[in-house]
């Protein structure tokens, strides 16, 4: 009796740490790493803009970020600020570098991910197959934390890329001279 109440309770604190590291992830880590990858994409712009001569500034608000993770009303992480009057004095191809260089930020952010997840993955079959060794607790964490760093990535920049006024549109508006 008391043996299958120990193995209970052994049962129940492991749910219990699995659904808090979930709870932690999801709720509190994911969208700070996502706010991280925001701002290299506004870097990226800001970069652009400075090598242009166009002053750029970024605001984010990193006690809003959980809510407005969350929140599919909100429409930025964070934003670059820049004088309207000097951009828009550049060239079409300017502005479009501009754009252009806040995509390439965010496929970057995706191929690293992308080729982290696989090393690791390579490294899970090697600790499993050839050294035999079944612990895999941590690397299922950092597989699962990027994972979903993955999932959120390629779903901003599809709306990146398919909002009207995103990235791509403004991209495309630029080199078609409207």
């Known amino acids: 009796m008391v043996k299958k109440y120990s193995e209970l309770k052994k049962g129940l604190w492991r749910i219990f740490h699995v659904g808090s590291f979930l709870f932690i ?6 969208p700070y790493m996502v706010q991280i990858s925001t701002y290299f994409h506004e870097k990226a712009h800001r970069d652009v803009l400075a090598e242009l001569g166009v002053e750029s500034g970024y605001e984010i608000n990193l006690l809003a970020t959980i809510p407005n993770f969350f929140n599919p009303r909100v429409t930025k992480l964070g934003v670059t600020r820049f004088s309207l009057e000097d951009y828009e004095k550049l060239a079409p191809y300017d502005k479009a570098r ?4 806040g ?6 952010f995706l191929f690293l991910i992308g080729i982290y997840l696989a090393l690791i993955n390579v490294y899970t079959f090697y600790k499993v197959k050839i050294k035999k060794n079944y612990n895999l607790t941590w690397i299922m964490a950092t597989n699962w934390i990027l994972f979903m760093w993955l999932l959120a990535l390629v779903q901003i920049t599809v709306s990146n890329v398919s909002y009207s006024s995103g990235d791509f549109f403004q991209l495309v508006r630029f080199i078609s001279g409207g």
Do not use: E, H, M
Request: charged residues 10%; proline residues 0%; hydrophobic residues 70%.
């Open 103 to 108: 995509i390439l930020s965010d496929l970057r």
């Open 98 to 101: 501009v754009n252009l260089a």
């Open 25 to 30: 992830t999801i709720f509190f880590i994911l």
